[in-house]
């Protein structure tokens, strides 16, 4: 069975820097996608940050809205991701949470997706 654990939010600043992690446990061959998503009460939950690792190598997608200011990494060898957010602001503020996609472990008959169970990240002064 694999779990999803993120680590890493809080109470930070604007302007500030937080790093969230977010490792998977349980025996796994491979993970194609792993992201960051944000949600609000009253609306939907959004992208942050994905990193895709295939043949070619890794490729990193971001949304508007952090671009510049956020950076999604993978650690393959500890199944973890990390979102480093930098320069955050007010709207940044959300229950932050993890997804791993393509997951091929033991026990699994075929690629699965996980979620992690959210970190709560609040900007302010």
């Known amino acids: 069975q694999v779990h999803l654990v993120e680590s890493g939010g809080g109470l930070v600043q604007p302007g500030g820097s937080l790093r969230l992690s977010c490792e998977a446990s349980?025996?796994?061959?491979?993970?194609?996608?792993m992201g960051w998503y944000r949600h609000n009460p009253g609306k939907e939950r959004d992208l942050v940050a994905v990193i895709t690792s295939g043949e070619s190598g890794e490729s990193t997608n971001y949304a508007d809205s952090v671009k510049g200011r956020f950076t999604i990494s993978r650690d393959n060898a500890k199944n973890t991701a990390y979102l480093q957010m930098n320069r955050v602001k007010p709207e940044d503020t959300a229950v932050y949470y993890c997804m791993f996609g393509g997951v091929q472990a033991v026990g699994a008959v075929s690629p699965t997706n996980y979620w992690g169970q959210g970190t709560q990240v609040t900007v302010s002064s």
């Open positions: 349980g025996t796994i061959f491979r993970i194609v996608t």
